[in-house]
């Protein structure tokens, strides 16, 4: 089934364009990299397909429901419930533990605290950092970071996740290891996600690559149309 | 990238002990999951050549059997062979010649910017399915440590090739310029 979509989506900022009218479908359990130069649009399609940004022109649906004209706190409630959000910074709250921090978003949807708290454990514990649960993010190290929000963002089992450069402030080794539990865990719960990177072997994680430019998808050269030399491999 | 040393692979497998052909063969192919697996010709006549040179000395006693009976055993010469090759730095890179960076030269050279973009688009699309299916195998949790590492061999090379080959797809008309003035 058909997770995401979105129809001839347009946005500028102000005089600037950003998307000149995008067209792409997610399906169901599907993970998808949205690739491209610096500018390209990445960020603002992925902005617009998690409802943080409603799209000038086109439409953006969710499972069926054009989302893109729904008010705010529609949005919001759509987000806290059915999508995760991971940004390249963890972006965890300075002032609360890493617990504390993964279990927001299930606190934040109506579970009880013990509940929550319960499941932030394992979910540290999967991303290994539960030794780190009751650490503020200051004390910790930008990969320890990262681990904790990818956790905070897997925690409600979301049907999208949406990665914005996930592992872009990481080494090599670590962002592999927070990428491969990230897919192994998406995979085991059938969670689509949105994976914008500019580093071509983050993208192929994914099952499918997009490459935008200039705020348009680059439909050149995605499939192999030409033989392979030697008929090798 | 250089070429595969296969004797200095079988003069290091032997440094453990002597061990039969079809043992070389089977070791080879375990320690280099990634490589072209190597034929039993190929290992005879390596050791064949080893011998020859004082490298290797056949250390069974069935001889008279053929090859395939004959365990072989690392020299004093062979090991000092060994230790030569493993303490000497390979030259980074000493001539940017790959195929794939010659193909572009050659389609600038005697066609237009289309040809040579729809090359380096193919190879491009070529590039990101093989980088895809190795990380697949690395990712895989059955992997071993060998599989792994070997995998990020190829993958450390696939990704380089890719950042490549998009900055030429973007630079290829000014470069056409320059070779077409
Ligand atoms: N808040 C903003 N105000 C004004 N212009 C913006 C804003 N955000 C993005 N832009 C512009 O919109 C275009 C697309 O930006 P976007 O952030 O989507 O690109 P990107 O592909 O994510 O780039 P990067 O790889 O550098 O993160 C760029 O020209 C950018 O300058
Ligand atoms: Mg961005």
Not at chain 2, 19 to 30: I, N, Q, S, V
Not at chain 2, 45 to 50: H, K, P, S, V, Y
């Amino acid at each position: 089934m058909t997770q995401l979509q979105a129809r001839g989506v347009v946005r500028a900022y102000g005089p600037t364009p950003a998307l000149r009218g995008v067209t792409l479908d997610v399906a169901e359990g599907e993970i998808v990299a949205v690739t491209g130069p610096s500018g390209c649009g990445k960020s603002t399609l992925l902005h617009c397909l998690a409802g943080i940004l409603r799209p000038d022109v086109g439409e953006v649906t969710w499972r069926g429901h054009r989302i893109d004209t729904w008010s705010e706190a529609a949005r919001s409630r759509l987000r806290r419930t059915e999508f995760g959000v991971l940004f390249q910074f963890g972006q965890l709250v300075a002032e609360l533990t890493a617990a504390e921090n993964v279990s927001l978003p299930l606190l934040l949807a109506g579970t009880g605290r013990r509940e929550a708290r319960t499941a932030a454990l394992t979910w540290l514990e999967r991303f290994g950092v539960a030794d780190l649960a009751d650490v503020r993010p200051g004390e910790m190290s930008g990969g320890q970071q990262q681990r904790c929000a990818t956790a905070r963002a897997l925690v409600t089992e979301p049907r999208v996740l949406f990665a914005d450069e996930p592992t872009g402030a990481l080494d090599t080794l670590t962002g592999e290891q927070v990428l491969t539990q990230l897919v192994r865990l998406a995979r085991e719960q059938h969670t689509s996600v949105v994976l914008v990177t500019h580093e071509p072997r983050i993208a192929a994680y994914a099952d499918r690559e997009i490459v935008l430019r200039d705020g348009l998808v680059d439909h050149t050269g995605l499939g192999l149309d030409v033989p392979l030399a030697g008929g090798a491999r | 990238m250089g070429g595969v040393s296969t004797p200095h692979v079988l003069l290091g497998l032997l440094a453990g002990g002597s061990r039969h052909g079809y043992d070389l063969k089977r070791a080879h192919d375990e320690r280099l999951p990634r490589a072209r697996p190597l034929a039993f010709g190929q290992v005879y006549a390596t050791l064949g050549r080893l011998q020859r040179d004082g490298l290797v000395t056949a250390a069974g006693q069935d001889r008279a059997a053929g090859p395939d009976r004959t365990a072989y055993a690392l020299t004093g010469q062979g090991r000092a062979t060994l230790d030569e090759w493993l303490s000497t730095v390979e030259p980074p890179m000493p001539y940017v010649a790959s195929t794939l960076f010659t193909k572009v030269v050659v389609a600038l050279l005697v066609a237009d910017v289309d040809r040579a973009r729809s090359y380096l688009t193919a190879q491009r699309a070529a590039h990101s399915a093989r980088l895809r299916e190795l990380t697949r195998v690395k990712a895989d949790p059955a992997a071993t440590l060998s599989d792994v590492v070997a995998a990020d061999f190829a993958i450390a090379h696939l990704d380089a090739d890719l950042r490549w080959l998009r900055a030429t797809l973007d630079r290829v008309a000014d470069w056409h310029r320059e070779v077409h003035p």
